[in-house]
């Protein structure tokens, strides 16, 4: 599988904004929010979803109590989400699905670490 593989069926299972640099795909939950990278991995792909909110130990493993699958880890400061999987249109709706409970558990992660008062 090449990037331009993964393009074709990113696009094909309905993301947004799919594109390739450097060998990189770029795709979108959404088109607002959600930006996750995919690249081809030994027949498989490598979906990963980052945040900007570091989560706590007990944020993690709340997450994986809740998606034992589907582990999250730091880097680079944020929290991440990242699966190798089939590059399928049945394991990319799982992928949709687990990344959207992502974008709302880190939502409220960061929401609860901000001073009174800051944001929203």
């Given at each position: 599988?090449?990037?331009?593989?993964?393009?074709?069926?990113?696009?094909?299972?309905?993301?947004?904004?799919?594109?390739?640099?450097?060998?990189?795909?770029?795709?979108?939950?959404?088109?607002?929010d959600?930006?996750?990278?995919?690249?081809?991995?030994?027949?498989?792909?490598?979906?990963?979803?980052?945040?900007?909110?570091?989560?706590?130990?007990?944020?993690?493993?709340?997450?994986?109590?809740?998606?034992?699958?589907?582990p999250?880890?730091?880097?680079?400061?944020?929290?991440?989400?990242?699966?190798?999987?089939?590059?399928?249109?049945?394991?990319?709706?799982?992928?949709?699905?687990?990344?959207?409970?992502?974008?709302?558990?880190?939502?409220?992660?960061?929401?609860?670490?901000?001073d009174?008062?800051?944001?929203?």
């Amino acid at each position: 599988m090449t990037p331009h593989d993964l393009v074709q069926v990113l696009t094909a299972a309905g993301f947004a904004g799919v594109e390739v640099a450097d060998g990189l795909v770029y795709a979108r939950l959404t088109a607002a929010d959600g930006e996750f990278t995919a690249r081809p991995v030994a027949g498989t792909c490598e979906l990963t979803l980052c945040r900007a909110v570091r989560a706590a130990d007990w944020q993690m493993a709340e997450w994986a109590v809740h998606h034992p699958d589907a582990p999250l880890d730091l880097w680079q400061g944020e929290t991440r989400l990242r699966l190798l999987m089939a590059p399928d249109i049945a394991a990319l709706a799982r992928w949709a699905a687990l990344a959207e409970d992502f974008v709302l558990a880190s939502t409220r992660w960061r929401k609860g670490q901000r001073d009174r008062g800051e944001g929203w």
